[in-house]
């Protein structure tokens, strides 16, 4: 495939996984005419301003297109399969670790063994992964119902499952990240062996940060839609209010901690954008300016898509299937990881 204007590369060797996408194709002052644009259902048309400048525009080929073309447009479906993929993934993971750890005897002190399982810190760690499995199922099972659901009706999807099919991309993968490491920390020298379920083979929940949508671009999504929520000063007072409230109340040692740590890194990020708006501002940036750079150095963007991401999964699981010992323990883990720095 040559062709004037048009150039082709490598992007190099991967360590794995070398049959994806490995090549970048450029243009450089190419001109496609229109019956060579695959536009049987879209087309992208041309939008001039008064002042002479102009945009492409995206535009419906005659009548609008089914729901199940937008929502595959969308990456939807493929932020699900990716979910769904990493979760089944650990589970066949925790399945052969627990097995060897239930068979690997370790000596406890001169006379006794006892198995690798049975010690508190791998208990511990079989036990939190297996409970995060639990409710992050539940969690898609969910998600996957409403989503058949909007297909077979042609309904538009709600803003509300977008954003927890959002969450649940983000935070499968990083679960399940999360908990291959901590397995593999704790099970001794098996995970370097060849037939264990640890190894290069890993590096695809990587892949999966990256896939159908980068995660750090749908934690920016997640926070963005929150702080548009809270844009103006009515829902900023009644944040405040909930957070106070939330404190005078004993939210701290309640079920409903999850959601006020939530609702405190928030209040804590809309402080931090309006200064450094105004910061920008005195050094003489437009506000389209002003608005990026106080985006870009505010600390807090992922804290808070991290802890709002939890609270959908652990919310929607409580109140779809019930609360449960399952749910009290997701919760703790969960604050337990949004009270650290997601840097």
Not at 206 to 233: I, N, W, Y
Request: glycine share 4%; aromatic share 8%.
């Amino acid at each position: 495939m040559t062709s004037t204007g048009l150039h082709r590369e490598s992007m190099g060797e991967k360590t794995t996984f070398n049959a994806l996408d490995n090549a970048r194709v450029s243009f450089d002052q190419v001109w496609l005419p229109p019956d060579a644009l695959l536009s049987k259902l879209c087309n992208v048309r041309p939008r001039a301003f008064p002042d002479g400048s102009w945009k492409a525009e995206y535009t419906f080929a005659g009548q609008r297109p089914p729901s199940f073309v937008q929502i595959a447009q969308r990456l939807l479906s493929g932020r699900l399969c990716i979910s769904d993929s990493a979760i089944a993934y650990v589970e066949g993971v925790l399945r052969v670790t627990r097995k060897y750890a239930e068979s690997r005897m370790v000596w406890v002190d001169k006379e006794r063994k006892m198995p690798l399982a049975e010690l508190p810190y791998m208990k511990k760690v079989l036990h939190s992964v297996e409970v995060g499995l639990n409710v992050h199922k539940a969690f898609l099972l969910i998600l996957q119902k409403e989503f058949a659901e909007a297909i077979e009706s042609s309904q538009d999807l709600s803003r509300a499952l977008v954003t927890r099919i959002a969450a649940a991309k983000v935070e499968a993968v990083e679960f399940a990240i999360k908990s291959l490491a901590l397995m593999r920390r704790d099970v001794g020298s098996f995970s370097l062996m060849a037939s264990s379920p640890f190894g290069s083979n890993n590096d695809i929940l990587l892949c999966c940060r990256f896939a159908e949508g980068d995660s750090r671009v749908l934690q920016q999504m997640l926070t963005r839609d929150l702080v548009k929520k809270h844009s103006k000063f009515p829902a900023v007072a009644r944040l405040l209010w909930r957070v106070l409230k939330a404190w005078l109340s004993g939210a701290l040692h309640s079920p409903a901690k999850l959601q006020y740590l939530r609702d405190q890194q928030l209040l804590r990020l809309l402080w931090d954008l309006a200064r450094e708006y105004r910061k920008c501002l005195q050094k003489g940036m437009t506000k389209a300016e002003a608005e990026t750079e106080a985006w870009i150095q505010a600390e807090l963007v992922y804290d808070v898509a991290k802890t709002h991401a939890q609270q959908l999964i652990h919310s929607t699981v409580k109140q779809q299937c019930g609360r449960s010992k399952d749910t009290l323990r997701f919760m703790d883990m969960c604050i337990s990881d949004c009270e650290a720095r997601h840097v």
